[in-house]
């Protein structure tokens, strides 16, 4: 059969259809209209959000099957002609333009590259990231002197205090002595030098593939298994035994490693078949461990695709408890939660001693997962229909199973009084803690800078995530997460393959001249609490900041020239 032909549809054009609330995006050249599909993606509806007005060639391609790839076919609108810029998505705050009558829709109205500085002509259809306005990145000055510069909607400051100058400018000064940094450590973000990572990274991919390291080691499953059920086995001995303690331990080791095999299935990394990986992973996360794979899911695939981006990627929204960058003191809107941010009195108090509280916070990572697996399946958040419109109730199932076994079977029926029930349910919630530990310490003290809508991919994913060097033997206590970098670049490379492929990636990285962030766990950690520590104290600056010109000048609105 003759491949369909499609329209070649202009820049202009594009960015009418957006302006219309099209959600569009390219990928492989092609247009694509994903509207219809939005509510059936198994991916959720917000990681096709960010990509619209841009090229998600290389997010389409990690994070689908060849079949989910195929069945994208049906959206194809159009195809485009040249190098395709990308645009800031309408849920970063990009601004498009509507098509009016007398629009010359063969002109490239403004072009990808080229920016006009000229703020009081018709609004730009490429919002400026808070730090660049343009693909040839300049330091933005934010605040000139006819005036405010204008402020991009994800990162304008919604707090009911006017955010008085002097802080204001303090924050900026920090924007952007953390950008030039960054500017000064990665590879130039012109166009011509992305092209060329991106050309290589697609070449990686495709060695990948073809050394064979997309096929599944059973083998080491079955390893992975034994040592499950060794754990879980003791645990029930201990418990039987009334060892109320070594019980809970032995079943909090079993948690532990059960998510690293849940993390795999639920990136369809173990079949690679979406039904079989989906069903491997909601028994292991809900039916064993009483966490939603489905809320993991939605929030795991946007933190793929906006890694380490304080606005949008769930993963490093910790407020009022924790931030890792001066950019949550603006109460920031978060576009993952719908929600602001508050910087309020209680985060303020909290964010002061974080370097301390870290670890201890950790220790109740898995308390706070059911109260979040909870809110996802009863506010039914999960995809209703299409492939996946299942799951929800399936998972409802295996919550409904998981409390009668742990909390019915184990809490209150074996276990005599409520101190050591009280004991054992602390002990084996607080058991799996370096899991989470090892959840932050990925990307905690890596980049959180806005670099712009003309970043690739693979940069992105080598900017905010980190690797840890550690034994082979060792590879079991990190499941895989130990790869995180490699795993970013490529999310769906079985976890025992992931070794292999690190020395490929190295290689890739030495090639391109991007930084491959590698740290011993301990070094990492300390990386983490230092970042922790910087962010503190980059709050008691802003506190002292404003505090002086609250004394010093009007109490009311805070202003000081
Ligand atoms: C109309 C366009 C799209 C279609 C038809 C589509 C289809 C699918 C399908 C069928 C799956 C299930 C997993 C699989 O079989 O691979 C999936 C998963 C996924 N999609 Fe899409 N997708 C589209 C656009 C996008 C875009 C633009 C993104 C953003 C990068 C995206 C991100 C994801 C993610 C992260 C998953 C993983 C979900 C999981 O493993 O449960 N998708 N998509």
């Not at 509507?98 to 009081?120: C, F, H, I, Q, R």
């Not at 890739?508 to 962030?517: K, L, R, S, T």
């Not at 070094?523 to 609250?550: F, M, P, W, Y």
């Amino acid at each position: 059969m003759a491949e369909k032909t499609y329209p070649i549809l202009s820049r202009r054009q594009i960015e009418g259809l957006i302006a219309d609330g099209r959600r569009i995006f390219i990928a492989n050249q092609y247009v694509f209209k994903a509207d219809p599909w939005l509510p059936y993606h198994p991916g959720g509806d917000k990681a096709i959000l960010h990509m619209v007005g841009r090229d998600a060639t290389d997010e389409v391609t990690a994070l689908h099957s060849a079949e989910a790839r195929e069945q994208m076919n049906r959206y194809r609108i159009g195809r485009i002609e040249g190098r395709w810029s990308n645009f800031v998505p309408p849920i970063q705050g990009g601004k498009f333009r509507p098509l009016v009558e007398g629009d010359d829709l063969e002109k490239e109205a403004e072009e990808g590259d080229v920016v006009s500085t000229d703020t009081s002509s018709s609004p730009s259809s490429r919002e400026p990231s808070p730090v660049f306005d343009g693909a040839e990145p300049e330091i933005r000055k934010r605040r000139g002197a006819d005036g405010p510069a204008p402020k991009s909607p994800s990162t304008s400051s919604v707090s009911s205090v006017e955010p008085d100058d002097d802080g204001m400018s303090y924050l900026d000064t920090i924007t952007r002595e953390k950008t030039t940094l960054d500017l000064e450590k990665y590879p130039s973000l012109d166009l011509d030098t992305q092209d060329t990572i991106v050309a290589k990274y697609r070449d990686l991919g495709e060695r990948i593939k073809a050394e064979g390291l997309y096929k599944c080691n059973y083998g080491a499953y079955a390893i992975e298994c034994t040592r499950y059920s060794i754990l879980f086995a003791l645990a029930f001995l201990f418990l039987h035994w009334g060892w109320y303690v070594p019980s809970a331990v032995f079943l909090g080791a079993f948690w532990h490693q059960l998510v690293f095999t849940a993390h795999d299935a639920g990136h369809m990394g173990i079949t690679h078949g979406f039904h079989t990986d989906t069903v491997i992973g909601i028994i292991i996360a809900d039916f064993l461990g009483g966490l939603s794979l489905g809320w993991w899911k939605r929030n795991h695939n946007v933190h793929h695709i906006v890694t380490n981006a304080p606005e949008h990627d769930p993963d490093i929204e910790h407020m009022p408890f924790m931030a890792v960058s001066h950019r949550f003191f603006t109460s920031m809107r978060s576009t993952f939660y719908d929600r602001i941010m508050e910087y309020d009195a209680a985060a303020k108090f909290m964010l002061r001693i974080q370097p301390y509280t870290y670890y201890i916070l950790l220790l109740f990572g898995r308390v706070n997962l059911y109260r979040l697996s909870w809110d996802y399946l009863l506010a039914r958040r999960g995809p209703q229909k299409g492939p996946a419109w299942w799951h929800g109730w399936f998972e409802i199932v295996g919550q409904l199973f998981f409390i009668t076994w742990y909390f019915y079977g184990v809490l209150y029926k074996s276990i005599p009084n409520n101190w050591d029930r009280f004991v054992f349910f602390l002990i084996s919630h607080m058991v799996p803690m370096p899991v989470h530990a090892q959840i932050c310490l990925s990307h905690f003290a890596m980049s959180t800078s806005d670099m712009g809508p003309h970043e690739s991919f693979p940069q992105k994913m080598l900017r905010t995530t980190m690797d840890i060097d550690c034994p082979q033997w060792l590879d079991f206590f990190h499941g895989g997460l130990q790869f995180q970098v490699i795993h970013h670049l490529f999310p769906r490379i079985p976890r025992h393959n992931l070794r292999r492929t690190q020395k490929l990636v190295q290689e890739f990285c030495n090639d391109v001249g991007i930084p491959y962030a590698l740290y011993g766990f301990v070094d990492g950690n300390k990386q983490v609490v230092g970042t922790l520590a910087e962010v503190s104290r980059q709050a008691a600056i802003l506190a002292k900041c404003q505090k002086v010109i609250c004394e010093g000048d009007d109490p009311i609105h805070g202003h000081h020239h």
